[in-house]
Nanobody
Framework: QVQLVESGGGLVQAGGSLRLSCAAS????????MGWFRQAPGKEREFAAA????????YYAESVKGRFTISRDNAKNTVYLQMNKLSPADTAVYYC????????????????????WGQGTQVTVSS
């Protein structure tokens, strides 16, 4: 079991930055790849970024590449998403999630490949 709690969301102006955190509990956290997804009103949940269990590999959706950075600190059981150059199109509820399989270097972009989810944190970007 892995429990995930996101924080750091809020209201920011276009062009601004936010850093989301995802605090994890559970013995297998440090052995799982982690991802960030987002869901805007009326839209399906979409992949944003993922990171391998050791932190050495990352993957980003084209829509966030070059603006968002995913990282993790396994000693603190925390995953981060640094978001820069935010635009109103980034407005969504952001979720962190833990992949199903342990110690894999394969990063998944489909939500169905993630087993544990947080409750989400709202990010609103004003124009």
């Amino acid at each position: 079991q892995v429990q995930l709690v996101e924080s750091g969301g809020g209201l920011v102006q276009a062009g601004g930055s936010l850093r989301l955190s995802c605090a994890a509990s559970g013995r297998t956290f440090s052995s799982r790849a982690m991802g960030w997804f987002r869901q805007a009103p009326g839209k399906e949940r979409e992949f944003a970024a993922a990171i391998t269990w050791g932190g050495g590999g990352t993957y980003y959706a084209e829509s966030v590449k070059g603006r968002f950075t995913i990282s993790r600190d396994n000693a603190k059981n925390t995953v981060y998403l640094q978001m820069n150059k935010l635009s109103p199109a980034d407005t969504a509820v952001y979720y962190c999630a833990a992949q199903k399989f342990l110690a894999t270097v394969q990063l998944q972009t489909r939500a169905g490949e993630y087993e544990y989810w947080g409750q989400g944190t709202q990010v609103t970007v004003s124009s």
